[in-house]
Nanobody
Framework: QVQLVESGGGLVQAGGSLRLSCAVS????????MGWFRQAPGNEREFVAA????????YYADSVKGRLTISRDNAKNTLYLQMNSLKPEDTAVYYC?????????????????????WGQGTQVTVSS
């Protein structure tokens, strides 16, 4: 019932920037905790970033902190991932995810199993 659609992926040179967007259906976007995950071929899906309902709190994987920024515009039902200073190791399919669950610990939003709804993914390729 809930649909998430990522966009903004593409090919970029190392050091470049991209901004991913995730459009979420419905009128209750502000009720969702949102996250970004990525998966490269042969790898497990890994946590990238998460943001709380209001956008006031964010969480980042150590590998992307300082380079990637998660944000949301609740009025537009859209989640963003601003990616700067991109590295070849950032190459992956990026997925946005959503959940109505409330976390009982700091760690829960960092795990894929916390999220109930997923987008189809958008490919990000960073060339060297």
């Amino acid at each position: 019932q809930v649909q998430l659609v990522e966009s903004g992926g593409g090919l970029v040179q190392a050091g470049g920037s991209l901004r991913l967007s995730c459009a979420v259906s419905g009128r209750t976007f502000s009720s969702y905790v949102m996250g970004w995950f990525r998966q490269a071929p042969g790898n497990e899906r890994e946590f990238v970033a998460a943001i709380n309902r209001s956008g006031g709190s964010t969480y980042y994987a150590d590998s992307v902190k300082g380079r990637l920024t998660i944000s949301r515009d609740n009025a537009k039902n859209t989640l963003y991932l601003q990616m700067n200073s991109l590295k070849p190791e950032d190459t992956a399919v990026y997925y946005c995810a959503a959940t109505l669950r409330r976390s009982s610990s700091y760690y829960e939003p960092l795990g894929a199993k916390f999220y109930d709804y997923w987008g189809q993914g958008t490919q990000v390729t960073v060339s060297s």
